[in-house]
Every structure is written in C-alpha cells, then in structure tokens.
C-alpha cells in the first residue's frame, strides 16, 4: 500500500485543530499570568531555534542579499498586508472570538517558517515517512494551545496557510529534489531562522517586525546559490 500523498501535512493540520480546540475549551481554566509565563516562555524557544537555523550559514553574503532581495519582493506583493486582511475579514466574522487577524497572522507565520517546514515537506515529497512533520506536528499542536488560550481562536485558521505552504512545497520537491542540495537547504534555513527569531521578538514583545514580506528570501536563497553555483 502506497504512502498517503501529503500525509505529513494532513497530520500537522490535525494537530493544530486539535490543539486550536484544547486551548479554546480549556485554556480559560489556566490565569492570565500562566498564560503570559506560556507565551514568553515560546518566545524564548522560538528565538533559540531561529538562531541555531540561522547560524548554519555558511555564505553570509547570500543571507543578507537573500533579506533584501525577499524584502523587495515581498514588499511588492504585500504579504503581509494581505495576510492581515485574511485575518482582518475573519475578524469580522467573529468579533467576540478575540483578536482573529493577530492570532491568525502570527501562527501562520510560526508554523510555516522554518526548517522543519521545508525540510519536512521536501522529505515527505520524495517519498520517504514525513518523520520531521510528524515531530512538527507535535510542536505545533502543542503551541496551538497556549496561543489560542491566549491569542484567541483566530490560530486555528492557520491551517489554510499551512496547507497551501507545505502542500505547494510537498508537491513541488520532486521536481526540484536536484537543486536541494545540502548547500542550498543550508542558506534556506538560516534565511528561516532569522525570521523565526524575528517572531519571537514579537511573542517577547520587544519588536514587531513585518515577517511576512521577508517569507519569499527563503526562495530567494535557494535562486541565489544556483545561479552561483554553490549547489
């Protein structure tokens, strides 16, 4: 019997809902300062794993020409403006639900950023067990109920994103499995790495950084290594 197509991200879906759902009927039952103790303590861990990703760099150069080049276009297309204004008409739609285009926005952003993202959907696109979505999955389920207990139930609509990102990527790694180098897969997710730092900053409150424009020099990085070479 074959694998189930894009198996490693039916499971992450289900393992946010499942999450999303724990954390809207029993986060209540945990006080607000446990609640912010949850969130800070995510952002601290989001922050370790950012940094260790983006250390992996071995071309800093095309690190930095990869944010401003993914900044450029990210800009142009308005990711993240647009983002906010998915999120935004969710808002209205469930006005007594709690802040849907922040919580919508910013498990999007930390679900599908990142190595484990691409790496995973690139492992579970070749065929193999999506082991590293699998592990993902866990992570992600776990977060879902601390920032719905917090954030409010907007975090379950981050399936959409994931989904769309981690389908795309999936179906997509056959075709391009000969330039996912090891090289490549380095430069992508240092890129990553910072922007998940980037979002724990934002869980810490100390910045606010608009994430979302910077998401297409993940791709940039890997358009840069190819064209000189380095894969």
Avoid: W
């Avoid at 993240?80 to 919580?103: M, S």
């Avoid at 082991?131 to 999955?137: G, M, Q, R």
Wanted: hydrophobic share 55%; net charge negative.
């Amino acid at each position: 019997m074959g694998k189930i197509p894009l198996l490693g991200t039916i499971v992450n879906v289900a393992a946010v809902v499942a999450g999303s759902l724990l954390g809207l009927f029993f986060g209540h039952l945990l006080p607000e300062k446990v609640h912010r103790t949850l969130v800070l303590g995510l952002g601290l861990a989001v922050i370790l794993i950012g940094l260790q990703l983006a250390f992996q760099t071995n071309q800093p150069l095309v690190l930095i020409g990869s944010l401003v080049l993914g900044g450029i276009i990210g800009e142009a297309l308005r990711i993240e403006e647009r983002l906010e204004a998915f999120g935004k008409r969710l808002q209205e739609k469930f006005t007594d639900a709690g802040d849907i285009a922040e919580a919508f926005v910013t498990a999007s952003l930390l679900y599908c950023v990142g190595a484990m993202a691409v790496m995973g959907s690139i492992q579970d696109g070749l065929g193999g067990q999506p082991t590293i979505l699998y592990a993902k999955s866990a992570l992600d389920g776990t977060a879902s109920i601390v920032l719905v207990s917090t954030l409010g139930i907007g975090v379950i609509f981050s399936v959409i994103p994931i989904l769309l990102y981690q389908g795309a990527l999936t179906l997509a790694a056959v075709s391009v499995q000969g330039l996912l180098t090891e090289p490549v897969i380095s430069e992508m997710n240092a890129v990553g790495g910072l922007l998940i730092f980037s979002i724990g900053l934002d869980l810490l409150g100390i910045k606010k950084i608009p994430v979302g424009n910077l998401l297409p020099g993940i791709f940039v990085a890997m358009g840069i290594m190819v064209l000189m070479g380095m894969f």
